[in-house]
């Protein structure tokens, strides 16, 4: 009723059309459920496609049957680069200081509520308080609109050991950067599936990541960090996992190259037969 054009409301309420539905279920309810709300919605369609394993399980939960389908990437982008001219890459940018020895972090998020940033810069002080010479890539939209990225640099001690970057940047580069680091981290309070977790592992790098949500269902069980604690956030009430920075310093520390294990079915050459046959199964 709110569309003004009576023409496109009756077309639209009486549609010659199904709803399919692709959903990024990040998080629980507070019952272990769907998060609030999402089952109304989710059955006002006809058919149902979750990102992960990890969200068809909560979907089944509330009665809503869907096959579990994740995105692909493209391989032919995302694959590791050298690393000696990936870090001089790095170096061409204004990192001068990063050396051989140095432990490069990368943090690929945008700045929002479920992206931790402060863990991000916590985790990085904890591994400069344990004497590495961390430096840290950020790529993130905007320095300042949940997090003050600026004042997180600032109060965790980081001052003149952060580089950033925005969109855009081509893949070319993202992937000389990714390729760069020694370790990334997955700052997302619960993940719908996570370009930047897959395009990390995808590089050869490994990102350490929360045991929650959809991201944890590929990344090697050696990169996950188990939550302390959990939290209900928004008007959906959604879960949220608690980190220690301690925790996640450790798996930065000691995580290596070979880590970085990435599933066959990532590859979008690998993952579109399964996703064929579920767009042809509906046109039957």
């Not at 990024?24 to 609030?36: K, M, Q, R, Y």
């Not at 109304?40 to 049957?65: G, H, Q």
């Not at 050869?204 to 269902?217: K, L, Q």
Request: charged content about 25%; hydrophobic content about 40%.
């Amino acid at each position: 009723n709110a569309c003004p054009d009576p023409v496109i409301r009756q077309w639209l309420s009486h549609r010659p059309f199904e709803l399919w539905g692709y959903w990024p279920v990040d998080a629980e309810g507070v019952d272990h459920h769907l998060p609030h709300g999402f089952p109304d919605v989710m059955r006002k369609y006809n058919r149902n496609l979750a990102y992960s394993e990890w969200a068809r399980t909560l979907m089944k939960k509330d009665d809503i049957e869907a096959q579990a389908l994740p995105h692909g990437i493209d391989t032919s982008i995302w694959y590791p680069r050298d690393r000696k001219l990936a870090r001089k890459k790095v170096q061409g940018l204004g990192m001068t200081r990063l050396g051989d020895n140095s432990l490069l972090v990368g943090v690929v998020a945008t700045n929002q509520p479920r992206k931790d940033w402060a863990l991000a810069f916590a985790t990085c002080a904890e591994l400069l308080k344990q004497g590495q010479d961390v430096l840290v890539w950020c790529h993130t939209d905007t320095l300042r609109s949940h997090w003050d990225i600026v004042s997180l640099v600032q109060d965790f001690g980081l001052l003149n050991r952060v580089m950033v970057t925005h969109p855009p940047v081509n893949d070319e580069d993202m992937a000389q950067l990714y390729s760069a680091c020694d370790a990334t981290l997955g700052i997302g309070l619960g993940e719908g599936w996570g370009f930047p977790l897959a395009e990390s592992l995808a590089c050869g790098t490994p990102v350490i990541h929360g045991n929650y949500g959809g991201g944890a269902d590929f990344i090697p069980k050696q990169l996950l960090v188990e939550p302390i604690a959990w939290r209900t956030e928004g008007q959906f009430n959604c879960v949220r996992p608690v980190f220690r920075a301690e925790d996640w310093a450790e798996k930065a520390s000691t995580t290596k190259p070979e880590d970085a294990i990435v599933p066959g079915w990532i590859k979008w050459d690998n993952a579109w037969k399964e996703w064929s046959k579920w767009l042809l199964d509906g046109v039957k």
